[in-house]
C-alpha cells in the first residue's frame, strides 16, 4: 500500500534561513507526490507535484522539492524562509489507481521566526 | 472558477441533531473527496466518489456518517444523530487526474 511519513512534527528556522521539511514515500510502483499547505483557519492549498522528470521540482511561494529515489525521498526546501511560510505542510502521494485520491502523511508545522 | 464550495463554513450544534455539510466541487472534475481534520487523528480520508458513484467508504467511521453525491456538481455529508467527538474541520476536494482542490472546510461543533 501507498504511503507517506514525515518524522517531524514541528521544525523551527529563522527567517531568511533555508528551510526543509521532510517527506519519505512507500510506493509499489512509479511515485506520484504532492506537497500542500495549510494556513491558520484554511483548505490545503497546492505548492508542487512530483510526476516524472526533472528531480528538483519546483512549485508555488519558491518552494521547491528534491524527489530522491534511492532514500525514497521527497523533502520540501526553501532557500529564504519567511515569517509568512508558518503554517501546517503535508505531503501525500496518490494511490494507485487513477481515482486522484490521495494519502497524506501526519503533517509537520512550519514556525519562522522573526 | 470558484474552486470548491463547501458550506456551512461554521456550525455549533447540539448532540443528537442531524448535521448536513454541503460539497460543491469544481467543474469538469470528475472525483470528490470528504476529508475529516482533528488534531488527535490528522487528515482522515472518509469516502470518495468517481463519476458519482462511492468507491471506497472504508473512512467512514460509522453508520452515523452517510455521504451521497446525487450529480456531478453536488454532494453531501450527513451526520445522524451528531456526537461531540464528531466535532472536527470537513474537507471536500475535487480532482480531474492527479492533485486535489480543497474547500475552505467546514468547521463542526457538537455540544
Known amino acids: 500500500a501507498q504511503s507517506v511519513a514525515q518524522p517531524e512534527d514541528q521544525v523551527n528556522v529563522a527567517e531568511g534561513n533555508p528551510l526543509t521539511v521532510k517527506c519519505t514515500y512507500s510506493?509499489?510502483?512509479?511515485?506520484?507526490l504532492f506537497w500542500y499547505v495549510q494556513y491558520p483557519n484554511r483548505g490545503l492549498q497546492f505548492l508542487l507535484k512530483?510526476?516524472?522528470?526533472?528531480?528538483l521540482v519546483k512549485g508555488s511561494y519558491g518552494f521547491e522539492a528534491e524527489f530522491n529515489k534511492s532514500q525514497t525521498s521527497f523533502h520540501l526546501k526553501k532557500p529564504s524562509a519567511l515569517v509568512s511560510d508558518s503554517a501546517l505542510y503535508f505531503c501525500?502521494?496518490?494511490?494507485?489507481?487513477?481515482?486522484?485520491?490521495?494519502?497524506f502523511g501526519q503533517g509537520t508545522t512550519l514556525q519562522v521566526k522573526p | 472558477d470558484a474552486g470548491v464550495i463547501q458550506s456551512p463554513r461554521h456550525e455549533v450544534t447540539e448532540m443528537g441533531q442531524e448535521v448536513t455539510l454541503r460539497c460543491k466541487p469544481i467543474?469538469?472534475?470528475?472525483?470528490l473527496f470528504w476529508y475529516r481534520q482533528t488534531m488527535m487523528r490528522g487528515l482522515e480520508l472518509l469516502i470518495y466518489?468517481?463519476?458519482?458513484?462511492?468507491?471506497?467508504d472504508s473512512g467512514m467511521p460509522e453508520d452515523r456518517f452517510s455521504a451521497k453525491m446525487p450529480n456531478a456538481s453536488f454532494s453531501t455529508l450527513k451526520i445522524q444523530p451528531s456526537e461531540p467527538r464528531d466535532s472536527a474541520v470537513y474537507f471536500c476536494?475535487?480532482?480531474?487526474?492527479?492533485?486535489?482542490?480543497f474547500g475552505e472546510g467546514s468547521w463542526l461543533t457538537v455540544v
Open positions: 476536494a475535487s480532482s480531474l487526474r492527479d492533485r486535489g482542490y
Open positions: 510506493v509499489s510502483g512509479n511515485p506520484y
Open positions: 512530483y510526476i516524472t522528470g526533472d528531480n
Open positions: 501525500a502521494v496518490r494511490d494507485e489507481g487513477n481515482t486522484g485520491k490521495l494519502i
Open positions: 467543474s469538469g472534475h470528475n472525483s
Open positions: 466518489f468517481n463519476n458519482n458513484v462511492p468507491i471506497d
